[in-house]
């Protein structure tokens, strides 16, 4: 008798349920196309777990150059400064609205700084040294030797000297060494937002000699032979597209967020320098060698920093160094592994992809054969040939009811949604060893051109032996941790929205 009540019960709230879909897919604009009632009698929502469904107006949020900033996430601690896209009312560089790209330019250039980081790790490359004098020994230049800046999409600003002095700065942890422009520019200095660095203003700065051990060291981190000028050691560093910079090493104080300190540190002072930077004061290395931001602070904060991206130009995120910068409940991480092609590069367990709940047939070997590193520098995740073609036949397959557009540079999925008014979107998730994975935002599926060119973010390599390379539009609203003394990297979700 109990079994039949039960079993009239359950009928019942079917009956209820399927009313309950039949009322919100009539009375709403939001339709839960693919819900339905199981054997249990249970509602479910099969969206939930597959798909996402967004208002399709939403996704040009990303790309929106709205006049008002938005300075959330606050509170992240003294060691901690913010960390803006270069162009959107929270960076001091948009009012160069001439440097903007346009969305073809961001791709190829991308495209650009890829190769160059191809190149840093792929074995035995031949290089032409171009030499540029400087001084009493000239510094040696390889032609492309450093990895390209790209759209250098993010930038902090720090202070340097003593009283400090505010510098918006390209963040990059593709690279090794940190500089910025100094006056007088003996040579040639691009045109910058902030005032250029005068180090006769700060009673902390002093030049590194030719005969400290410091001065042999910058060739690790510039891959350029350092040059003399009297005493003085010359610095030199040239990146994939020809941009260099060239002027005194040298130390001074280093002021991060509201109050935190590191002194002696060592940069760059470029009294030469060239290339498309966008209006930025230099550049802050977060590489993996001794002379990086991150290495010269361990003593202070230990050999550890997260950051966050903001997936809009209107909102900001922040690098923290040290400990304390995160506000995700949940932080699961993977190994932190190096690669003697690119020992300068963050590379991570990466193990495989899922679409819409399911993890796709991909061999491991796919990804361990040239390796996955992170880099806050590339825009675009490349894959290897094999996991990009299981991607994207996944991804079109549960896109295959909208209109499909024209390639947009290296993005070959695209998609027409402008007569839409809300789109289904698969979901996707970047898996790693130890069970961490990126559970993807739409933010970090899609890029937006407009309504009528919205693409797949991914794009996948030529040669099966590339390294594949997360980019940051996947890595956007996520906290990302850098154990390094720990060996690990982690990721949160809902870091910065």
């Given at each position: 008798?109990t079994t039949l009540n039960h079993v009239n019960n359950n009928n ?486």
């Amino acid at each position: 008798m109990t079994t039949l009540n039960h079993v009239n019960n359950n009928n019942s709230n079917k009956f209820i349920l399927l009313i309950l879909v039949f009322v919100i897919c009539n009375s709403s604009n939001y339709c839960l196309t693919n819900a339905n009632v199981d054997n249990y009698g249970e509602y479910r929502e099969e969206g939930h777990q597959t798909h996402t469904t967004h208002v399709v107006t939403s996704l040009l949020d990303s790309i929106t150059h709205d006049s008002v900033c938005d300075s959330s996430p606050k509170g992240r601690g003294p060691n901690s400064v913010r960390l803006s896209h270069k162009h959107g009312p929270c960076s001091a560089l948009d009012s160069q609205l001439t440097s903007r790209l346009t969305h073809v330019e961001i791709l190829d250039h991308d495209e650009d700084r890829v190769n160059s980081i191809r190149n840093r790790v792929r074995p035995n490359l031949a290089q032409v040294d171009k030499v540029r004098p400087v001084g009493q020994k000239a510094v040696v230049l390889p032609a492309k030797s450093g990895t390209t800046i790209g759209s250098g999409n993010y930038i902090v600003t720090v202070g340097l000297g003593t009283p400090k002095k505010d510098l918006s700065l390209i963040f990059d942890t593709g690279s090794d060494f940190t500089w910025t422009q100094c006056a007088p520019c003996t040579k040639s200095c691009y045109q910058q937002q902030d005032p250029v660095f005068n180090p006769k203003e700060s009673t902390t700065y002093t030049n590194i000699t030719c005969s400290s051990q410091l001065c042999s060291d910058v060739s690790a981190a510039t891959s350029a032979s350092p040059g003399c000028s009297s005493t003085t050691c010359i610095y030199g560093i040239q990146y994939g597209d020809s941009s260099f910079s060239i002027g005194f090493f040298a130390k001074d104080t280093l002021t991060l967020g509201s109050g935190s300190y590191v002194p002696n540190f060592y940069f760059g002072c470029g009294e030469d320098n060239q290339g498309l930077f966008g209006g930025s004061a230099g550049l802050l290395g977060l590489g993996r060698n001794k002379l990086s931001a991150v290495s010269q602070s361990a003593s202070t904060f230990g050999n550890y920093f997260s950051y966050c991206l903001p997936s809009k130009s209107t909102s900001t995120g922040h690098l923290t160094f040290g400990r304390g910068g995160t506000t995700s409940k949940v932080i699961k991480y993977t190994s932190l592994m190096t690669s003697s092609a690119g020992p300068s590069f963050y590379f991570v367990d990466f193990q495989g992809i899922s679409v819409g709940g399911s993890k796709l047939a991909i061999s491991p070997s796919v990804f361990s054969s040239g390796g996955t590193l992170i880099d806050s520098g590339t825009v675009i995740t490349r894959l290897p040939s094999d996991a990009y073609t299981a991607l994207q036949s996944a991804f079109s397959k549960a896109m295959s009811k909208y209109p499909t557009a024209p390639a947009l540079s290296i993005l070959d999925t695209c998609y027409d949604l402008s007569s839409y008014t809300t789109v289904s979107v698969p979901k996707v998730s970047l898996l790693f060893g130890g069970g961490a994975s990126l559970d993807l935002p739409v933010t970090g599926i899609l890029y937006v051109k407009d309504l009528s060119q919205v693409c797949l973010a991914f794009a996948g390599n030529e040669d099966a032996g590339d390294v594949a390379i997360i980019g940051n539009v996947q890595q956007t609203t996520f906290d990302v941790l850098y154990d390094v003394a720990g060996g690990k990297v982690g990721f949160g979700a809902g870091g910065c929205l």
